[in-house]
């Protein structure tokens, strides 16, 4: 938790109320030598359903691997965050620690170990100390229940303010809401995403639509972010739907309410994506990268990627300099089809190259004034196909050096 | 040309002898507000082989299509480079200054203009000036040779230090010598590899033979070293063998000296290659990671891409971190076969993590100890198979953001 907040955090922190099914807890098991709550406990009612996505990551964490296994039954009753150590790459020690968690939570709430979620975020390497995971369930499970930005607060690392969204929807006839927190600032980027994040929901969904809908949602969420093009092994996003709402369960797109929540929940993951790259670690200015007229979608993601992840584009940002070659570099090096003579390159609202060169009489003062501000918007054109996509990105500063050339110590 | 000198510059400059059959020479063609030389400008004698490797980039400069059509036919009489504008993306302005550039040289050396190579280098996007670059030509044309250091200085913009090499072979009983100049120390990442590079020998090579033999040498060195992972528009390494040593010219592998000749080749562009890395923006220290074990030569290369690319890895190496969990962490997103618990890392001499996880009792003195040096190198070991690359990289420092923040300004 760093003291200087994000110069692109929101004005202010939604207060959501509580979703019923759902309790929150929250505890000291001082991970690190630090005066803060770092331990989040989540009780959740019987028959909830659950879903997630996780790193693509080769090297994922114990807890990944844990989360995997507990998603194929598709039903939770507890979930346990970590904050402080990742418990990743630690072998069989880090194993046993996320065993251990889970069994002193199922022998609390009389459940199966399968129905406890374990995530963990931190220094990557030392494993979890299992003494002080359980000191610290036992002291949540005996807190009183928590509000949603204090559990945000507490799954928080590097972050710089606490990430909560809201979304509602109907599902025949009854009124639904979903609740998101979410922490990440460095270590961010796709294959899924690269942060914890967990969505919780009254809405009764079965697990299997749940789980298509996230993934759905992800898509084009949380795999559209990215801070420094580096994916973390932790990785985790999780959605729960205690169905305490009492709708009829969702089970098919073709179900009454299906879009309704489906919209909802794509909502709601973009309100938590954004909020991780406007705390990107140093970030002064939020990018949105928009690549249209590519061969596809797919091949237009990459190419917004390319741009996304430059440190070349990132720092000219930071410089507030509209150095769009440093685009076309950008374009070029992705390896996805590209037509030089045909590309076309906008800075807000700003043409300033067409069909491969700058444009005729290009005025730089409407950039200059775009590239002041907080939110930058950059428009590629390829001019070959259909396909699109946006991504968001933040800028490059010497805060993202500091932070990281000494955050281990 | 930058006012400060980069710490891990060689502490001498090579000064090598002409090469017989090539002469340097160099002008002011004021392709910016400075007075400097920035025109190069090297004739070589009738019956020069040519071979080069250029960008993957999607959309290169017109100097680097124009030298692809000129490859074909895989002979030179001159190389025209001009500092501090690349050219490129700057339409038909772009394609008709190079021509013009090769046409006034062939005028003045009564060759065709496909006999004349050119390459530039500096801001994208603005069409470079003919009247300057014809008025530069002249100039050379009319001033005294230059030495090698005097051209590598000339091909320079934003590199802290003249980058020359020198290699010694023997072919057919008759000694041959090769020198090379290049220049790079931003957008710097392979795919060829991202600078310019110039290679001059007096031994006489046919031109596809020092084709295949410079396309091995690349793989090898250029193509293995990365800055800042931005790959230019302009990448461009041409190599000329005037035939003056008058050895009978090697036209393959199997010839007497070809082995001693393709070594040399090798061994040039390599100390080419780690000059431009030690000349990285803003870089304090050098990196060597080597990854063994891996399934393939290629996927050892990607995953070493992976971690000579994390900007965590790389402010952590800044910052005399031993976070070797960044490490884990750039394996991990690679994308290539890689099993967490069979996992080593070695920092210097050190074994830090075994088995997936940190070794027993692992002492950080030591590993604290290498990283406060300049020459920093990591091992991976994936224990999968027989699959190894090396490759160099440089941190990522305070340095780095400041040159790129206002670096067209």
């Given amino acids: ?62 807890e990944v691997e844990w989360c995997r296994s507990a998603l194929v039954l598709g039903r939770a ?20 620690a996320v065993e251990a968690i889970a069994a002193r939570t199922a022998q609390h709430l009389g459940c199966a170990p399968s129905d406890v979620f374990v995530a963990s975020t931190g220094v990557i390497g030392v494993p979890l100390p299992i003494d002080k995971a359980e000191a610290g369930l036992d002291a949540a499970y005996a807190a009183q229940p928590c ?18 969204a809201e979304a509602h929807a109907a599902i025949g006839g009854r009124a639904v809401r979903l609740v998101g ?34 993934a759905a949602a992800n898509r084009r969420t949380f795999s559209c972010i990215t801070v420094d093009s580096d994916t973390s092994t932790s990785d985790t996003v999780l959605a729960f739907a205690t169905g305490a709402a009492g709708n009829p ?11 309704s929540f489906v919209a909802a929940l794509s909502e709601l993951c973009m309100a938590l994506a954004q909020q991780v790259v406007r705390d990107g670690e140093g970030a002064s ?7 249209d007229g590519a061969e596809s979608d797919r091949s237009a993601h990459v190419i917004a990627m390319s741009i996304a992840n430059s440190p070349l ?32 390159i906008r800075f807000g609202a700003t043409q300033v190259a067409k069909d491969g060169l700058a444009v005729e009489g290009y005025d730089e003062a409407p950039v200059a004034a775009h590239l002041k501000g907080q939110e930058i918007t950059i428009g590629v054109d390829l001019g070959l196909g259909e396909g699109k996509a946006t991504v968001w990105t933040c800028d490059l500063t010497h805060g993202y050096i500091s932070i990281n050339a000494d955050y281990r110590s």
Same sequence: chains 1, 2.
Wanted: proline content about 4%.
């Fill in 285 to 291: 200015k939020l990018i949105e990268i928009t690549v």
């Fill in 77 to 96: 009753r507890a979930l346990v965050v970590n904050a402080g150590n990742s418990n990743a790459f630690t072998g069989n020690r880090g194993r046993a």
């Fill in 147 to 164: 509000s949603w930005v204090e559990a945000a607060e507490t799954i928080m690392t590097t972050d710089t303010f606490a990430k909560v």
């Fill in 249 to 259: 369960p969702l089970a098919s797109t073709d179900d009454d309410g299906a879009d």
């Fill in 313 to 344: 584009v990132k720092t000219a940002i930071a410089g507030e300099d509209a150095n769009w070659g440093r685009v076309v570099m950008a374009v070029g090096k992705a390896g996805e089809p590209a037509e030089r003579d045909r590309l076309a």
């Fill in 1 to 62: 938790m760093s003291s200087t907040r994000s110069p692109l955090a929101p004005a202010t922190i939604l207060e959501p109320a509580a979703i019923a099914g759902v309790t929150a807890r929250i505890a000291r098991a001082r991970y690190k030598a630090w005066d803060r709550c770092d331990l989040t406990f989540v009780t959740l009612d019987e028959g909830t359903a659950v879903a997630g996505v996780t790193t693509q990551s080769r090297c994922p964490s114990p």
């Fill in 181 to 214: 927190i979410i922490k990440g600032s460095g270590m961010i980027a796709p294959d899924m995403a690269t942060m914890l994040g967990f969505i919780f929901t009254d809405a009764a969904v079965d697990a299997a639509f749940l789980q298509s809908a996230l």
